[in-house]
């Protein structure tokens, strides 16, 4: 059974750019949901996908947006990249998001100069 | 709004110590409450899961328990080793949400 894997591992952009994370979810999984951690910080929830459908958002702007694919995996994509956007993205899949576990992949380290 | 807050911030132990990590919430409605594992860098490893109907978990030298009435959650870790060093979130489920609500965690160091 292979686990949650995102891509890349880590990322330099700059201010303005824009950037797209991509993570496939574990087998059998059709729920992700996508978290930003800033240093020090517990992460915080972005949105959740499920069935390809945004169901559950978080206090973020519209230029983070994303995507579920057929086959459950996904994409986030941040526009207009501001300093603050620096962060570990992480995404979690699940089997159906209500309640039970999530499984964590090893995120993405963006740097935003 | 839920806030989870953890206290301490940061812990520092010699190895083979019991210790208690503490997680508290806000909201009181909340569906279930896990226990992550994160290690410097890394993504998050999920510990034990707890359902709101339930008083505790345990997974090997793990024990996790819930008082919902409270807004409380402890995790006791036995016989501590340097392999645990890293830092514990917690994160709750609300009922009716879609989303995990974090704490900042709690940064663990066992000293051999």
């Known amino acids: 059974e292979t686990g949650v894997t995102q891509s890349p591992t880590h990322l330099i952009k700059t201010r303005g750019q824009q950037v797209t994370l991509r993570c496939s979810s574990q087998?059998?999984?059709?729920?992700v949901s996508w978290y930003q951690q800033a240093l020090g910080q517990g992460p915080q929830f972005i949105f959740q996908?499920?069935?390809?459908?945004?169901?559950g958002r978080g206090n973020f702007p519209p230029r983070f947006s994303g995507l579920q694919f057929p086959n459950y995996s996904s994409e986030l994509n941040v526009n207009a990249l501001e300093l603050d956007d620096s962060a570990l993205y992480l995404c979690?899949?699940?089997?159906?998001?209500?309640?039970?576990?999530?499984?964590f992949g090893p995120g993405t380290r963006l740097l935003v100069l | 709004k839920q806030e989870v807050t953890q206290i301490p911030a940061a812990l520092s132990v010699p190895e083979g110590e019991n210790l208690v990590l503490n997680c508290s919430f806000t909201d009181s409605a909340i569906y279930n409450l896990q226990w992550f594992r994160q290690d410097p860098g890394k993504g998050l490893t999920s510990l034990l899961l707890i359902q709101s109907s339930q008083r505790e978990q345990t997974s090997g030298r793990l024990n996790a328990s819930l008082d919902k009435s409270s807004g409380r959650s402890t995790l006791y870790i036995a016989a501590s080793q340097p392999g645990d060093s890293a830092t514990y979130l917690c994160?709750?489920?609300?009922?009716?949400?879609?989303?995990?609500?974090f704490g900042k965690g709690t940064k663990l160091s066992v000293i051999p």
């Open positions: 087998s059998g999984h059709n729920t």
């Open positions: 996908y499920y069935r390809e459908e945004e169901n």
């Open positions: 994160a709750v489920k609300r009922a009716g949400s879609y989303q995990l609500t």
């Open positions: 979690a899949s699940s089997e159906s998001g209500r309640g039970e576990t999530q499984y």
